[in-house]
């Protein structure tokens, strides 16, 4: 069994429809890169994974459980899945080491030492363990995306989803970020990103999803999506962000 | 409880508390038009980078800002009389009556909180807008009138409404000068017929129709001026 | 201006003038504090209230707000002092009429507390509205449950942001408190007036009052300045992005 599956999913603002039938799915240890224009739905899809989005129709089983199933219990659920955001998400009020531990104290019930022990180690890892007592406004866009990576890792997630981890960063900054996610995916997290980082595609993802106006336009193995993308639409949104 | 409530008590009072409320909506307008106008002079003294026109006003802003408006309208109607004797010399010199001096009170209270409102309404255009103006050759005063005030008052109307509808609800304060405005009818009549009951009650039900469907205007307004993302 | 008339013995007792003028300062003080526990107190709830996505948790606090800041302040001190006694229960009726002690002070500092609430309640309601989505999100997603969002993240910084309109709240309260004159409560305005009636130096002593609210102003400024340098998150600027 698939562990995130997407069954017909669809979604209405008003009268608007966001997501239209949208079935796809990501097995163990895979990564998924979703690409698309602004406003084709990418980023509502994938918070539809944990809940964060509500859907009106279709099915969505993550780990066995139905996401959209009242009796879900959905933070014991997102608990599992980490996820990353465009704006980074920090807790502006606490300081690097207290975002860090704030879940796996509040949510798994770690003691705090257990848990700053965890958030040392991951720290340590993204490169930024001389930053732990800092606050987020103090940190370089880059370096708060590392740490809202470390903050998913922290609860130890069964798989990552990452919401356009490097648009809101100044170009320098975005290798950093993209660094840290091709180690983890090469360690086989289970990834789904909502990415324009056609080069990380080509070199961690083993498919790539094309959405427009909220369908999934091409579901493929990354060696065919970038061969020969078979809709049209895909082939001009290749061609526009790759020769610009 | 009302079961002895007198409905009647009301109906009778009615026309008195018709006048009373004339009274109250037309020290409204007037105030807020004195406070609105003295308030855009003060604003553009406030902004001014001569320390001289500035200070005194940021002094005046924030003097009426801590004081109460019940002591303010004291003020005015304690004092006004006493200077008017003092500079006249006449000490049978006629006072300009408590309707006056209530005017004045609220217009020079009022005029400290649309200061504030529209210094920041001011503030609110860009400051590129006021480049461009004096990148075509305006003066101060034409760039500020033509340009900054103009886009500063479309961005203030519900805010300005909103502050109006806050003054609608202070004048009832003039009840401490005596003077028969709204409240002041319903409290002469509450005390008359002894009725407190129903006639505060009613005065309440009176003011909270008038002024929340005036915020429900306001809020429509505000809609139209900036649309909800 | 002579201030001499403050030492003389007052006219019906009860010390020299400048005794009522402190009384009155303690009368305003009183109310304005009183009154503000109940404003911040339920003012919160509300606020809180308002944000959530609960329908009727929200309708009530809405139906409150609108209710209480559409009546003046006036009218709720006559109501709560004139008219709540006939409205409860006879025998608490009775009670609050004669019983009762000091029944302007507590019916002013409940009109004053609970119209204030309303306007607490917007301040904080806009203060939560104004952290991003995205940070509710964030915190959604790590796990967390909507009661552990609001009190790990959208209290604490909500509070931060609204600290400097609730000060101006509060020094509202401080100002409005002359209202209680109206039923009685001898606050500063108050006593300013009648040592006005008795002594005819209505100048000095409206100076005298207009100084002392104004000092008080200051003080509750600076104080509140220090408080704000205190809680301030480092490196965080406005609420915006």
Redesign the interface.
Do not use: G
């Given at each position: 069994m698939a562990m995130i599956e997407f069954k017909n999913i669809s979604k209405w603002y008003g009268n608007f429809q966001v997501l239209k039938n949208c079935t796809t799915q990501v097995e163990k240890g895979e990564v998924v890169v979703v690409c698309g224009p602004s406003g084709s739905g990418k980023s509502t899809l994938i918070k539809c994974v944990n809940g964060l989005e509500p859907f009106q129709q279709g099915e969505m089983i993550v780990n066995g459980k139905s996401v959209g199933d009242k009796s879900t219990n959905l933070p014991q659920l997102r608990a599992k899945i980490g996820m990353v955001f465009q704006n980074f998400e920090l807790f502006p009020h606490m300081n690097v080491t207290a975002n860090l531990n704030l879940a796996q104290v509040k949510v798994l019930g770690r003691s705090t030492e257990e848990a700053t022990e965890k958030s040392q180690a991951l720290l340590k890892r993204v490169g930024l363990i001389d930053h732990a007592q800092k606050f987020p406004g103090q940190l370089s866009g880059g370096q708060q995306q590392r740490v809202a990576i470390a903050r998913g890792l922290a609860m130890d997630p069964i798989a990552m989803l990452f919401d356009e981890p490097t648009s809101a960063l100044d170009p320098e900054m975005i290798n950093e970020v993209l660094d840290v996610m091709v180690e983890l995916a090469q360690e086989g997290m289970t990834m789904m990103c909502v990415t324009h980082e056609m080069g990380f595609a080509r070199k961690v993802a083993h498919r790539v999803i094309f959405m427009d106006r909220g369908e999934i336009v091409e579901d493929a193995p990354k060696t065919e999506f970038f061969g020969t993308p078979r809709s049209e639409r895909a082939q001009q949104f290749l061609s526009k962000i790759l020769h610009h | 409880?009302f079961s002895d409530f007198d409905f009647d008590v009301i109906q009778r009072a009615l026309p008195y508390m018709g006048q009373g409320m004339m009274f109250s909506l037309g020290l409204t307008a007037l105030a807020m038009i004195g406070g609105i106008v003295l308030g855009t002079v003060l604003a553009l003294m406030r902004l001014s980078s001569i320390k001289a026109i500035s200070l005194p006003a940021s002094g005046y802003v924030?003097?009426l800002r801590?004081?109460?408006?019940?002591?303010v309208i004291?003020?005015f109607y304690?004092?006004v009389p006493?200077a008017i004797k003092h500079f006249s010399g006449d000490s049978y010199a006629q006072g300009i009556g408590p309707f006056h001096s209530a005017l004045i009170a609220f217009t020079l209270f009022e005029a400290a909180y649309y200061c504030e409102i529209i210094r920041a309404g001011i503030q609110s255009v860009p400051a590129g807008q006021i480049n461009a103006a004096y990148a075509l050759g305006l003066n101060y005063w034409q760039a500020t009138i033509q340009v900054v005030l103009p886009q500063a008052f479309r961005n203030m109307v519900p805010i300005l409404l909103t502050q109006g509808?806050i003054l609608f609800?202070?004048t009832?304060?003039v009840?401490?000068v005596g003077l028969t405005d709204f409240?002041g009818a319903a409290?002469k009549v509450?005390q008359r017929d002894g009725r407190?009951?129903e006639m505060?009650?009613f005065?309440?039900l009176v003011?909270?129709v008038l002024?929340?469907i005036a915020?429900l205007i306001v809020k429509r307004l505000q809609m139209r001026i900036t649309p909800p993302r | 201006m002579d201030f001499g008339f403050l030492s003389q013995p007052a006219f019906s007792g009860g010390g020299t003038y400048f005794d009522w003028v402190i009384t009155g300062i303690k009368w305003t003080m009183l109310v304005s504090l009183c009154a503000w526990v109940i404003a911040f107190t339920v003012g919160s709830v509300l606020g809180v209230m308002r944000t959530t996505k609960v329908v009727w948790l929200k309708g009530l606090a809405t139906v409150y707000v609108e209710l209480f800041r559409n009546i003046p302040l006036l009218v709720h001190m006559f109501i709560w002092y004139f008219v709540m006694p006939e409205l409860v229960p006879k025998s608490l009726g009775l009670w609050m009429k004669q019983g009762m002690p000091m029944p302007e002070f507590w019916s002013a500092v409940f009109a004053l507390g609970f119209y204030t609430a309303s306007r607490v309640a917007e301040q904080v309601r806009s203060g939560i509205e104004s952290i991003p989505r995205g940070q509710t999100h964030a915190a959604l997603a790590t796990g967390l449950t909507m009661p552990q969002v609001y009190r790990y993240l959208l209290l604490p910084m909500g509070y931060r942001i609204v600290v400097p309109p609730l000060t101006s709240e509060f020094l509202t309260i401080f100002k409005n408190s002359s209202v209680a004159l109206t039923i009685g409560v001898l606050e500063l305005t108050a006593q300013a007036r009648t040592i006005s009636e008795y002594t005819f130096r209505t100048f000095e002593i409206f100076t005298l009052a207009t100084v002392v609210y104004v000092v008080i102003t200051l003080a509750v400024v600076v104080i509140m300045q220090f408080v704000e340098t205190k809680i301030r998150v480092p490196g965080y600027i406005g609420t915006g992005r």
């Open positions: - | 409880m924030n003097l801590s004081t109460p408006l019940i002591l004291f003020w304690f004092l006493i509808i609800q202070d009832s304060l009840y401490v409240m409290s509450a407190l009951v505060y009650l005065a309440a003011y909270f002024c929340f915020s | -």
